[in-house]
């Protein structure tokens, strides 16, 4: 199907409650997001100081009617105006996922449409289609609250996995080392606030994995260092807890960089030189400084570095509605009766890391 597409795509997978409706415009274009309606649901798990499974999945059925209704009044387009309905059918925390899922399979089935069930991380590594008409193939750098991959995308549902993380994701580490700090959540823009005024060059935090050949990450040595630096100073001052801040994200940048460093230099064998480009998506990729860095190594590899805006960093249902009209450009719909995965590899021959699919 190459002409016009319009697709209301739903998100439920974390702690997002998101309804969009984008336009694919046809082959190698820029996707038109129409509207894109997110209800963050920080306040709820706030006091908790992290996601809370049961929370979330209340949460998502309070607002997700509400977000949809808004998603098609924002753009303007009524249920005949769609070409078809996807929603994130996984990886992620499962209350949620059957949340998005019942509902949009229960809206296509009703309005007699296409369904897609989208993979959350595919979502997310699409992205920079829908922002960039980026062609295949290209180097995915794929970081957030559940996972760190480096991927090379060739095509739709088609992904060659260079290396992922041995323990926890960088967003989780983030996370963990918000909490630590006192910092709350959601942690990855807090210890990025908090850097702010801090000193990187404080305390030297291992690297881990740096100088050793492949693409897998390691994050927990790095989250026990500092843990046991904020255990040895005692009581923090608001300066320990920047510097600590900015010290963890210093070491978390070298950590990305040399690893897509070995990368692109794996890549250049699989992607042609006019496609060698570096695209860094998930929730961590909203990072200011983890952006610069890795604007940095990808033009050293002569890589183009592709990021997408700041807002389609975390997770919308803007990259679900784009992922599902890729999908259906291609003819792939799915059965109503698909059901939800709490795990999800994008790439068929993963083995499962740990705590993958906790958070997607
Ligand atoms: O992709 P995402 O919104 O949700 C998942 O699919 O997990 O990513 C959320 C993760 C969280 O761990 C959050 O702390 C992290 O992305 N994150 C950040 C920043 N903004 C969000 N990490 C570092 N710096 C940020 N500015
Ligand atoms: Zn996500």
């Known amino acids: 199907m190459n002409g016009p597409l319009t697709i209301l795509g739903i998100e439920t997978s974390c702690d997002e409650t ?19 309606a997110v209800f963050s649901q920080i306040e709820e798990h706030a006091p908790f100081g992290g996601v809370v499974p049961e929370i979330a999945a209340r949460a998502h059925v309070e607002h997700l009617d509400g977000l949809i209704s808004r998603a098609m009044k924002d753009a303007k387009v009524g249920w005949d105006d769609l070409d078809g309905i996807a929603a994130t059918a996984g990886p992620g925390l499962i209350g949620g996922v059957i949340v998005g899922l019942m509902t949009a399979k229960g809206l296509a089935a009703a309005r007699g449409l296409p369904f897609m069930a989208v993979n959350h991380l595919e979502g997310h590594a699409l992205t920079a289609r829908m922002t960039d008409a980026l062609p295949f193939p290209y180097l995915l750098l794929l ?3 559940g996972h760190s991959q480096l991927l090379v995308v060739e095509g739709i549902g088609r992904y060659r996995r260079l290396g992922t993380t041995i323990d926890d994701a960088v967003g989780e580490a983030f996370d963990k080392v918000a909490k630590l700090l006192g910092l709350g959540y959601p942690g990855g823009p807090a210890v990025e606030r908090a850097a702010q005024d801090g000193d990187a060059t404080r305390f030297p935090l291992p690297r881990p994995m740096t100088g050793r050949p492949g693409c897998d990450f390691s994050f927990s040595g790095l989250k026990t260092a500092v843990r046991q630096l904020s255990d040895g100073l005692g009581t923090l001052s608001e300066q320990d807890k920047a510097d600590i801040a900015a010290s963890f994200q210093a070491a ?11 990368a692109m230099a794996l890549a ?5 030189p006019g496609h060698r480009r570096l695209v860094v998506a998930g929730g961590v990729a909203a990072n200011m400084l983890l952006r610069e860095r890795l604007m940095v190594s990808a033009h050293a590899f002569g890589y ?37 995965r709490a795990r999800w590899p994008l790439d068929p021959d993963a083995a499962p890391a740990r705590g993958a699919g906790v958070k997607a």
């Not at 998101?18 to 894109?36: H, K």
């Not at 250049?268 to 042609?272: G, K, L």
């Open 268 to 272: 250049s064998d699989i992607i042609p």
């Open 304 to 340: 183009e570095f592709v990021v997408p805006p700041l807002k389609l960093c975390t997770d919308t249902g803007a990259m679900i509605a784009w992922a599902g009209a890729e999908r259906l450009a291609l003819g792939l719909t799915d059965p109503i009766d698909t059901g939800p």
């Open 18 to 36: 998101a309804a969009a409706v984008v336009r694919r415009v046809g082959p190698d274009r820029p996707g038109e997001i129409l509207s894109n």
């Open 143 to 145: 970081v957030s609250g």
């Open 252 to 262: 978390v940048a070298d950590v990305l960089g040399d690893r897509c460093e070995n």
